[in-house]
């Protein structure tokens, strides 16, 4: 393994996870990496992920929690080049400004990872 900034970009998805989901996200991210995982998370919800000692998000906050699983997902992508650079994930963080949104308690993972064009 080559040590440089795709490294960062995935450590700060890793991060990302576990501060969203209150625990290391070891289980998630090897089965965002298994060809067989795909099965797996297909019916997992997001809502289910994260902190249950945190209040579920609403409108504006859930669709901010979206975006940043979304981009923490891009950060996690087992090819590193791939991934984005962290000038990248720093634009993102700054000028995202979701629309409010009503379904978060419905969005699956792999719905999210879809969105992301998250591939293996």
């Known amino acids: ?11 700060f998805g890793v991060v990302t996870l576990e501060t969203l989901m ?6 998630l991210i090897s089965l ?19 902190d249950e000692r945190l209040r579920s998000p609403r409108r504006q906050t859930a669709a901010e929690v979206v975006s940043i699983l979304k981009l923490a997902s891009q950060c996690l992508h087992p090819s590193p080049q ?3 650079s962290m000038q ?7 000028t995202r400004n979701p629309p409010p949104l009503d379904q978060f308690h419905t ?3 792999s719905q999210l990872l879809d969105s992301s064009n998250y591939t293996s």
Do not use: W, Y
Not at 32 to 50: E, M, N, Y
């Open 1 to 11: 393994m080559q040590i440089n900034e795709k490294c960062d970009v995935f450590s």
């Open 82 to 84: 791939s991934r984005p």
């Open 88 to 94: 990248q994930v720093s634009r993102e963080l700054s």
């Open 32 to 50: 965002l990496s298994s060809p067989s995982g795909a099965a797996t998370i297909s019916h997992l919800l997001l809502k289910d992920l994260l």
């Open 22 to 27: 209150g625990r290391h996200p070891g289980d």
């Open 107 to 109: 969005i699956t993972l």
